[in-house]
């Protein structure tokens, strides 16, 4: 899923441009609305099938999506009201960020201690949410880092 907002975070798209584009993709299937929204004041969208997600994904080139991946994460801490809410999802798009610099051989020791940081904190909330496996999980991708 993502947000008209973070579209508009991630691209050098006004916020008209990023609208019309996306009514585009709905009128082509491609993607759909969500009658609400996991951010406030905001709309959501999701891809209508996992393909076209991961085709539209694969085409950028790493550096991009690692870009995108971190504008991405620092839209949803400046946008989520919650933000411990979303610290799995910013544990993904830091590691992601940060990942994808280190297999374009760039160093980026600043980001993967920022990914690491919130994988903590995502696994500590994932400990008090007794949802011990997930807590496991991200403590190995901080590891992994």
């Not at 006004?14 to 996991?38: C, F, K, N, V």
């Not at 870009?67 to 991405?72: S, Y």
């Amino acid at each position: 899923m993502f947000w008209l907002g973070s579209l508009v975070a991630t691209s050098e798209l006004s916020a008209a441009e990023a609208a019309a584009a996306l009514a585009r993709l709905q009128e082509r299937d491609l993607i759909e609305e969500r009658p609400t929204s996991s951010v406030a004041g905001e709309r959501e969208f999701a891809y209508t099938h996992a393909l076209i997600r991961e085709v539209a994904y694969t085409t950028l080139p790493k550096a991009s999506r690692s870009a995108n991946h971190l504008r991405f994460a620092r839209w949803i801490e400046q946008t989520a009201q919650d933000t411990d809410e979303f610290l799995t999802v910013l544990a993904h798009h830091y590691e992601h960020a940060w990942r994808y610099k280190f297999e374009t051989g760039e160093k980026a020791p600043d980001l993967a201690r920022q990914a690491i940081a919130v994988m903590h904190r995502a696994a500590a909330r994932a400990t008090t949410l007794r949802t011990f496996p997930e807590a496991r999980r991200l403590c190995d991708r901080a590891l992994a880092i």
